[in-house]
Antibody
Framework: EVKLLESGGGLVQPGGSLRLSCAAS????????MSWIRQPPGKAPEWLGV??????????EYNPSVKGRFTISRDNTQNILYLQMNTLRAKDTAIYYC????????WGQGVMVTVSS | DVVLTQTPSILSATIGQSVSISCRSS???????????LYWFLQRPGQSPQRLIY???NLGSGVPNRFSGSGSGTDFTLKISGVEAEDLGVYYC?????????FGGGTKLELK
C-alpha cells in the first residue's frame, strides 16, 4: 500500500525557515517523480515543484513563485522527500502536500504551515 | 502561466443525476511528445485531493467507471454518470504540459 506522510509543519515568523519531510512507503521510491503542492485555506492547489526519478537524474523543476526560496530534495536511502522553505511570507500559509508522480496519483494527508508574527 | 478556467464554479445535483464539468485552457495542452497532460482530481471535505483521471480520459486506479474524461487541445470535460453521495466535494483540473503546472479554480459539487 502506497503511503505518504508529511511532517515538520507549524507556526513560523515571517522571514523564517522551515523544512518539511515526507516519508514514503509501499513503492520503489527511486522509480518515481515526487512533487510538492500547497493549498491555501479555501483556495485551489498550487504546484510548487517536482524532483525527478533515478532514471532522470533526480533533477528538479520549480514554480517561479517559489524558485530561489524553496528547495526540493530526496533521501533515496531512507525514502524521504524534503521541502526546504526559506524567507517565508504570510502568503506561504497553506496546507503542504507531497505527492507521488508529477501529477499526484497518491497524495499525503498534508501538513499545515502558518507564517505569522 | 497557463490559466485553467472551470465552469460552473458550483454544481447542484440530485443523487443519480448525470453532470459535467468544463475545464478550458488558455493554451493548447497537447505536448510535443503527443500526450495531453490534463488531469482531474476530487477533494472531499477535509481530505487530500484524489486523482480521478489522467491524460484526459484514463481512469485512475480504483476510480468508479461512472467518471469519464474527454476533450482535446484547450477544451476538456469531466462527466459523472449518476452522482452518488460520495462524489460530493470540489473537483479540480490540472495541466502538466506547460511549466509551471497549474490547477483550475475548482467546481464544488453539492446536493440539490
Amino acid at each position: 500500500e502506497v503511503k505518504l506522510l508529511e511532517s515538520g509543519g507549524g507556526l513560523v515568523q515571517p522571514g523564517g525557515s522551515l523544512r518539511l519531510s515526507c516519508a514514503a512507503s509501499g513503492f520503489t521510491f527511486t522509480d518515481f517523480y515526487m512533487s510538492w503542492i500547497r493549498q491555501p485555506p479555501g483556495k485551489a492547489p498550487e504546484w510548487l515543484g517536482v524532483i525527478r526519478n533515478k532514471a532522470n537524474g533526480y533533477t528538479t523543476e520549480y514554480n517561479p513563485s517559489v524558485k530561489g526560496r524553496f528547495t526540493i530534495s530526496r533521501d533515496n536511502t531512507q525514502n524521504i522527500l524534503y521541502l526546504q522553505m526559506n524567507t517565508l511570507r504570510a502568503k506561504d500559509t497553506a496546507i503542504y502536500y507531497c505527492a507521488r508522480r508529477g501529477a499526484g496519483d497518491y497524495w499525503g494527508q498534508g501538513v499545515m504551515v502558518t507564517v505569522s508574527s | 502561466d497557463v490559466v485553467l478556467t472551470q465552469t460552473p464554479s458550483i454544481l447542484s445535483a440530485t443523487i443519480g443525476q448525470s453532470v459535467s464539468i468544463s475545464c478550458r485552457s488558455s493554451q493548447s495542452l497537447l505536448d510535443s511528445d503527443g500526450n495531453t497532460y490534463l488531469y482531474w482530481f476530487l477533494q472531499r471535505p477535509g481530505q487530500s485531493p484524489q486523482r480521478l483521471i489522467y491524460l484526459v480520459s484514463n481512469l485512475g486506479s480504483g476510480v468508479p467507471n461512472r467518471f469519464s474524461g474527454s476533450g482535446s487541445g484547450t477544451d476538456f470535460t469531466l462527466k459523472i454518470s449518476g452522482v452518488e453521495a460520495e462524489d460530493l466535494g470540489v473537483y479540480y483540473c490540472m495541466q502538466a504540459t506547460h511549466a509551471p503546472w497549474t490547477f483550475g479554480g475548482g467546481t464544488k459539487l453539492e446536493l440539490k
